[in-house]
């Protein structure tokens, strides 16, 4: 007997998996803003 697990994909699934790539996206594009800057950046 194998394991089948049933389930649906609903509208409020796929929203929150859209707003937390939304977040995982912004936040890559961050790291690497600050990366790109690297050592040339002034430090106050």
């Known amino acids: 007997m194998t394991f089948c697990p049933t389930f649906t994909i609903t509208?409020?699934?796929t929203a929150a998996i859209t707003r937390i790539e939304?977040?995982?996206g912004f936040l890559e594009a961050a790291q690497l803003s600050d990366?790109?800057?690297?050592?040339?950046r002034i430090h106050r």
């Open 35 to 40: 990366d790109w800057v690297g050592p040339d």
């Open 22 to 24: 939304r977040a995982r």
């Open 11 to 13: 509208n409020r699934m």
